[in-house]
């Protein structure tokens, strides 16, 4: 049963009545409120093997990829793509006071509170799905080298801040394309 504005992670399985299976779900009308938020605990991040030896990886960017660099709890949110939304898209509101009605980010250093997160699967226009707020995430990206503190862009992807202020959205938690082409793993700073 739902509490609030929070649910139980067990609440995401049909098994258990739940309108979903997980968060890369994506639904084509609302079986949640917007801005519902659901936070993942750290032991649910691991990729595992499958019986058949096929790497199911721990990001719906690359499916069969192991990032071995998310790690710790992550929050998502409960949106509406007012536009197409690709995997690893840095989100942003699609209007004033729509804040969960959402975008890829066409906003050149946004501030950290104006962007709702980063999709981890690909929404189409009009669908509703899960992003990550607050996290460890795979987002796309322009040259990012370990450590670095991001910003975003305006083609919805992040890339090396000269700012230290709130337009510092995440920090590059390795090199672009480590493991993954033209993404990178980073943490994202909750809004």
Known sequence: MAY??????????????GPGTSTSEVYTQAVYDLGTVYVQP?????????????VVGNSGVAAAT??????????????????AIAAGDVVEPAAAGTPFA????ATATA???????VADHAIPLGSFGWVICEGACVVRGVVTGLGDDLQTNATGQLGTSAFTDSRVVGRALA?????????TQIRLFGA
Not at 42 to 54: C, I, K, N, W
Not at 66 to 83: E, H, N
Not at 102 to 105: E, I, M
């Open 4 to 17: 609030g504005n929070r649910f139980k992670s067990g609440e995401l399985d049909r098994t258990t009545g």
């Open 42 to 54: 750290a032991d649910e991040l691991a990729a595992v093997t499958d019986p058949f030896g096929t």
């Open 66 to 83: 192991d990032f071995p660099l998310l790690s710790g709890t992550r929050t998502w949110v409960f949106i509406q793509a007012t536009g």
């Open 102 to 105: 959402g975008q890829r980010c």
């Open 111 to 117: 501030l950290r509170g104006n962007i709702i997160g």
């Open 175 to 183: 090199a672009l394309g480590a493991p993954f082409a033209a993404h």
